[in-house]
């Protein structure tokens, strides 16, 4: 018979843990658990005070590595990182995270914002209190003649304000057996929980850092801008020509523009110009300098890395809620410039060198290079090398599979030339003119934005955002290539219509509906009295969608609304949705599941993933005596399609190296 275990810890540490993440947090010699809750059963909650002296019970510690009793947290990595680090090794398959289940379920991260999502009580007052007590307890104090110079407060300094942050991390303990109560209705299937424990290794296996490298980097990155904003003060005579507001009033008296931002985009087409003088113009490339993120990842990466020179944490399991895919966290590996730099082995060896004038000599820009250079920082273990492999075109196999496009995936299974085949089944042109040097040629660009930019139902707009007028295509040519397109994609068009009708009739009168392979119901939760609309993935994985209903959008036209969280605010609101939009959640929800399978396969090859990327994978493992070999055979488990898709024509690519790259 299984046990459960819920479980809430109260800690202090030295490092920041919104910087440097849980584990170098951790990792940190200063941290200590101060405070125990636990409820055994649903039992009323107890607390063990170590701060103060408390221990641990031998039975809890047993619990702790016995498979019959399973534990539960809210960010249970958290708890599974500071239990190992105090008691031994723990085993991931023996731990819930009530955090993921409510993801899993279409709701919120954060034990607060949760509880308001799924209606539970709150008290603002007490919230605010319980913050003010973790300011207090948790992490350092600055030093005051009234403190008495002090760093850190103990239980000691305020027995009242102590006896009160225990009571709140038992509660934290009662709102986190509430949460997972209420979501109990749809539970986790355990395909997906096996990968939630696959993520918790590899989080915790984490990524080595060339820490010389990224020093060099820091060292550079902070000269050159010095140089720059004393040259910029030299220019506009601005105490600080790195504020937005200053820079921006300097630039509309010496232009006469009426310039709202100094965004890139605004930037770069100010430096277009004809009519600027030499000082605009500079200060314009300053500002694109200075823009540049480079010195920050790096940054980034030195305050995160743990003593061992790893950085761990980088990927937060179903970080996106509408698909279920990973978010990046900390350096945010998934926003990170490609490399163009070349030959990029100098350039590194220059910045570990601190050459920094010999850098600008061969590569121009310096904080460009040091901006390409950022996933370098990157590199495999001693004696290892990295086999990075990546999915090809993976969300047009998907849509092209789930409609059953035939001569999309026609082309996915021969030369995979999408854009050149695009442009032909477009334009009536025969594929093999669509090659360099032909006229036709031209034609290209045209298949690629629009497959860019209209397999969810863009249309001008869409292809507008993705660069079709930069690219060199007249807005008035627009029209035409959306035309083209949806003409030539005629099952795709249909899937959207099907799954808006779909997803309407099943919220207007409940019920079921299939389309193509996707199950679309409204379902009840009992436990919270409301409905949720589900789309069941050909995987079994679920996408939820909270109380949908239907209503008007900007247009005056029906629009399908659901309660979510906003990708750009990260607030619960009020979401409209369509057709389109529903595919692309499905679309990006199977490539996951395709990534997720993928990642399963190699971790059980004997392949450790260090961390992954959209839809590329990066291995950290002792070299082959022949490395074709090995990446052949990783691609070739990525190109493995899975059981509930045998005929999708997956594809990938990728190299061994000793550091990260991307071109």
């Not at 060896?349 to 904080?367: K, N, P, T």
């Not at 034609?443 to 079709?468: D, F, H, P, W």
């Amino acid at each position: 018979m299984l046990h459960h275990l819920s479980i809430d810890l109260e800690t202090y540490s030295e490092a920041p843990i919104a910087k440097t993440g849980a584990q170098r947090y951790i990792q940190d010699p200063s941290f200590e658990i101060l405070l125990f809750a636990y409820s055994l059963d649903g039992q009323p909650v107890q607390i063990i005070d170590l701060a103060s002296g408390e221990e641990v019970p031998s039975w809890l510690i047993t619990a702790l590595v016995n498979p019959s009793i399973i534990k539960h947290a809210y960010n249970a990595p958290f708890e599974f990182g500071c239990l190992s680090k105090y008691y031994g090794p723990m085993y991931p398959g023996q731990w819930r995270c009530t955090m993921f289940h409510g993801l899993y379920c279409g709701y919120t991260a954060g034990l607060e914002a949760t509880g308001r999502a799924l209606g539970l009580p709150e008290d603002k007052q007490k919230l605010n209190t319980g913050k003010a007590l973790i300011r207090y307890f948790c992490v350092p104090c600055k030093a005051t003649k009234t403190n008495g110079g002090r760093t850190r407060n103990l239980p000691h300094h305020d027995p009242d304000k102590w006896q009160l942050f225990k009571e709140y991390c038992c509660q934290d303990v009662v709102t986190e057996m509430e949460i997972e109560r209420r979501l109990s209705t749809f539970p986790v299937p355990e395909f997906v929980q096996k990968q939630w424990e696959t993520d918790l290794r590899i989080n915790s296996r984490g990524v080595a850092v060339d820490i010389p490298f990224v020093d060099g980097a820091l060292q550079i990155g902070e000269h050159v801008k010095t140089e720059m904003i004393s040259e910029a003060e030299r220019i506009t005579s601005l105490d600080n020509p790195n504020s937005v507001s200053q820079l921006k009033d300097w630039l509309n008296k010496e232009t006469g523009a009426e310039i709202d931002s100094l965004s890139k985009d605004i930037v770069k087409k100010m430096l277009n110009r004809d009519d600027n003088s030499p000082d605009v113009t500079r200060m314009l490339q300053i500002r694109q300098e200075l823009g540049k993120t480079s010195t920050k990842k790096y940054d980034a990466i030195k305050k995160c890395v743990c003593p061992d020179g790893r950085v761990r944490g980088l990927l937060q399991f179903y970080g996106a809620n509408r698909t279920g895919r990973w978010a990046g966290r900390l350096v945010q590996v998934q926003n990170l410039p490609r490399t163009y730099t070349d030959p990029i082995e100098l350039a590194r060896d220059l910045v570990h060198d601190r050459q920094e004038d010999a850098l600008r000599v061969i590569y121009g820009s310096v904080s460009d290079t040091l901006s390409q250079l950022i996933r370098t920082a990157f590199v495999a273990s001693p004696g290892n090398v990295l086999v990075d492999a990546d999915f090809s075109a993976i969300e047009a196999r998907v849509i092209s599979w789930l409609a059953g496009e035939q001569w999309r995936l026609e082309v996915f299974r021969t030369h995979g030339k999408i854009y050149e085949a695009s442009a032909s089944q477009m334009f009536g042109v025969p594929l093999e003119l669509i090659k360099k040097g032909n006229p036709e040629y031209a034609l290209r660009a045209k298949g690629k934005v629009a497959e860019l930019a209209l397999g969810y139902q863009g249309s001008n707009g869409a292809l507008i955002n993705m660069g079709a007028l930069d690219m060199g295509l007249h807005e008035e040519e627009l029209p035409e290539i959306v035309t083209r397109w949806r003409n030539a994609n005629r099952n795709i068009v249909n899937l959207w219509y099907a799954m808006d009708d779909a997803a309407v009739q099943v919220i207007s009168f409940g019920g079921s509906k299939s389309v193509r392979g996707l199950y679309l119901a409204r379902e009840y939760d009992a436990n919270q009295g409301t409905y949720c609309l589900t789309i069941t993935l050909p995987s079994g994985r679920k996408l939820f969608y909270i109380n949908p209903r239907l209503g008007t959008n900007k247009f005056g036209g029906s629009s399908i609304i659901y309660d979510g969280v906003d990708q750009a605010s990260k607030q619960w609101k009020h979401i409209e949705t369509y057709g389109g939009k529903l595919t692309e959640n499905v679309v990006q929800a199977i490539a996951r599941d395709c990534l997720a399978e993928a990642i399963e396969r190699l971790e059980a090859a004997g392949f450790p993933i260090v961390f992954h990327v959209h839809d590329e994978v990066v291995i950290d493992i002792k070299p082959y005596a022949d490395n074709d070999t090995m990446l052949k055979t990783v691609c070739d488990i990525m190109k493995q399609p899975p059981a509930w898709a045998a005929d999708m024509p997956l594809n990938a690519a990728g190299w061994v190296g000793d550091f990260f790259t991307k071109d």
